[in-house]
């Protein structure tokens, strides 16, 4: 429960506050919140069972690393965002868009929470990078991709689980990748 809020800083990512609450212990404690408006990832199934990853520079994590597209909400639906979010970072587009669950990526500090699709039956569409974005794509098997994050080559978060949801939503229908199987 929150007795008191102070806000610190607001910039295009981050909304910074400082909350005085009282724990349900009784306990009271000044937190630094970061509020954020959501986002959505999308792990990007092709029929032959690639899946499409992304190599992103982030500079917080000191490099590139292998990531699924993902996007923050703009005020849309959160599938909305992650057809966007696929098209601008892969240049492809999806006729079939399953919402397999959703993450809090670090409820310690921030309310981020991040929806979690799977694409299908994709095409080409434009890929349209940001000015601040810098992104190669790759196509990989399913299962190689689940190695890679169990190797430790796959260190982002909701990649990881967005991977694994994935891998567990093909494997659930008992069918292959293809559109024609729609077994749920």
Same mark, same amino acid.
């Given at each position: 429960?929150?007795?008191?809020?102070?806000?610190?800083?607001?910039?295009?990512?981050?909304?910074?506050?400082?909350?005085?609450?009282?724990?349900?212990?009784?306990?009271?404690?000044?937190?630094?919140?970061?509020?954020?408006?959501?986002?959505? $990832? /999308?792990?990007? #199934?092709?029929?032959?069972? =690639?899946? !499409?990853?992304?190599?992103?520079? +982030?500079?917080?994590?000191? *490099?590139?690393?292998?990531?699924?597209?993902?996007?923050?909400?703009?005020?849309?639906?959160? $599938? /909305?965002?992650? #057809?966007?979010?696929?098209? =601008?970072? !892969?240049?492809?587009?999806?006729? +079939?868009?399953?919402?397999? *669950?959703?993450?809090?990526?670090?409820?310690?500090?921030?309310?981020?929470?991040?929806?979690?699709?799977?694409?299908?039956?994709?095409?080409?569409?434009?890929?349209?990078?940001?000015?601040?974005?810098?992104?190669?794509?790759?196509?990989?098997?399913?299962?190689?991709?689940?190695?890679?994050?169990?190797?430790?080559?796959?260190?982002?978060?909701?990649?990881?689980?967005?991977?694994?949801?994935?891998?567990?939503?093909?494997?659930?229908?008992?069918?292959?990748?293809?559109?024609?199987?729609?077994?749920?």
């Amino acid at each position: 429960m929150s007795d008191s809020k102070a806000h610190i800083y607001l910039g295009r990512i981050v909304d910074l506050w400082l909350e005085e609450v009282t724990l349900p212990n009784g306990n009271q404690v000044t937190l630094e919140i970061i509020r954020h408006p959501g986002a959505a $990832a /999308v792990v990007p #199934l092709h029929q032959d069972g =690639e899946v !499409t990853l992304i190599r992103q520079y +982030r500079h917080a994590a000191g *490099g590139f690393i292998w990531e699924v597209p993902a996007g923050k909400l703009n005020g849309e639906d959160p $599938a /909305v965002c992650a #057809l966007r979010e696929l098209q =601008e970072e !892969t240049g492809l587009a999806a006729a +079939r868009l399953t919402h397999l *669950g959703w993450i809090y990526t670090t409820p310690g500090f921030t309310n981020e929470k991040i929806h979690l699709y799977l694409a299908e039956e994709l095409s080409e569409a434009p890929q349209q990078l940001e000015h601040d974005e810098v992104i190669t794509c790759q196509r990989v098997k399913l299962e190689d991709a689940i190695a890679m994050v169990v190797r430790g080559e796959i260190v982002d978060a909701k990649s990881a689980v967005a991977l694994f949801l994935a891998a567990d939503h093909v494997r659930q229908r008992g069918c292959s990748v293809s559109p024609q199987c729609t077994r749920a």
